[in-house]
């Protein structure tokens, strides 16, 4: 479990991460990624360490992935984590631009992790997405893409890669 949220605390190790897109080519999914001191771009500091990921906490990250033209500043706040269960959920707290058309205004992109322990050394991943009924229309291009991109996440917490 410690290693899991570690995963999910070290921010800075999803630059680079990639995800197969619509053409099936791999692609770098994250431009950019940072921890933040506060709910402001640009306040970077180091990853959160596992004793700051803990039930009720709030923690700051920006990111600027390949289709967004700005730094996206995203909230994440861990729901459980025990030896048995984690729940981590994300949101926007900037808006997502893409050509200069906000894709997703502030809080219109959630998403869910649910970890849970199977056995000794098996954990189980599920993951949820969400838009905001302020989500452009636009938001709802590809549904490849509500696949590849969770996918790109899933391997990245797990560890895996291409």
Do not use: C
């Not at 984690?86 to 809080?107: C, D, K, Q, Y």
């Not at 969400?130 to 969770?150: D, F, H, I, K, M």
């Amino acid at each position: 479990a410690a290693a899991l949220l570690a995963r999910f605390g070290a921010v800075s190790k999803k630059e680079g991460m990639r995800y197969q897109s619509r053409d099936k080519a791999w692609r770098v999914l994250v431009k950019d990624a940072a921890a933040l001191t506060a709910p402001k771009a640009g306040q970077r500091r180091a990853d959160f360490a596992p004793a700051e990921m803990k039930p009720g906490a709030e923690l700051f990250y920006e990111e600027t992935d390949n289709r967004s033209s700005a730094p996206v500043v995203y909230r994440m706040r861990v729901l459980e984590a025990d030896a048995k269960r984690i729940v981590v959920e994300t949101e926007n707290l900037s808006p997502i631009r893409a050509a200069m058309v906000t894709v997703f205004p502030p809080g219109s992109l959630r998403s869910a992790y649910f970890l849970e322990r199977r056995d000794a050394g098996t954990w189980a991943i599920y993951g949820l997405s969400a838009t905001g009924e302020q989500a452009s229309a636009l938001a709802a291009g590809s549904t490849r893409s509500y696949v590849n991109r969770p996918t790109a996440l899933y391997r990245h917490y797990t560890g895996q890669t291409r």
